[in-house]
Every structure is written in structure tokens, then in C-alpha cells.
């Protein structure tokens, strides 16, 4: 399976659930995260890298994650079809038990 099937996936799946997946891209910030995914019961924006299965971030990814991290963003790593729904499912359910 490509990168490019699990984002559209993870893209209509975040649809489904009222939220948008949008392609980030920072000019000048290599590393950054591939999309932000948006919901309304979401506090704050949720980066998402993006990987095909069995392939990971490389290091300048990590130490980007790492910066974000520690600013406060919530940064995930995906690398199939079920890790993106799962997150989804995760991120929404820890969502509503908040509010």
C-alpha cells in the first residue's frame, strides 16, 4: 500500500466525522508534518506524518516532531489504514470524554 492511499483514506474518514485533513506545508521548515487534521470537539490542530507501512520518519522528521512537541502540538505518525482510523477514533473519543 502507497502513502498517497492511506491520506486519502484518513482524509474521507476524518470527513466522515465532521473534520478536515489539509496538506500542511511550512516553506523554509523542512521535517514539517504532512497534514493537519481539524474537528470541531478538538482543542487544538493535530499534525499527521504520513508514512507507507514498514517506513518511518526520517531524522530531521523526528527532530521536528520533537520541536512541535514541546510547543504544544499534538504530532502522530501513520502508516496504514487501520492506524488512521484508529487515531481518528482515539482523538474524538478522548475528545467527547473531555467536554
Not at 86 to 90: K, Q
Given at each position: 500500500m502507497r502513502e498517497n492511499e492511506?491520506?486519502?483514506h484518513m482524509r474521507?474518514?476524518?470527513e466522515k466525522r465532521g473534520g478536515l485533513l489539509?496538506?500542511?506545508v511550512s516553506p523554509q521548515n523542512s521535517g514539517v508534518p504532512d497534514r493537519l487534521l481539524l474537528h470541531p470537539a478538538l482543542t487544538r490542530p493535530v499534525l499527521i506524518e504520513l508514512k507507507a507501512p514498514d517506513k518511518t520518519p526520517r531524522p530531521l522528521q523526528l527532530a521536528m516532531h520533537d520541536i512541535l512537541r514541546k510547543k504544544g502540538?499534538?504530532?502522530f505518525v501513520v502508516d496504514s489504514k487501520k492506524s488512521a482510523s484508529?487515531?481518528?477514533?482515539?482523538l474524538l473519543s478522548c475528545?467527547?470524554?473531555v467536554k
Open positions: 492511506i491520506e486519502a474521507r474518514q476524518a489539509l496538506k500542511f502540538a499534538l504530532v484508529d487515531l481518528l477514533d482515539n475528545a467527547e470524554t
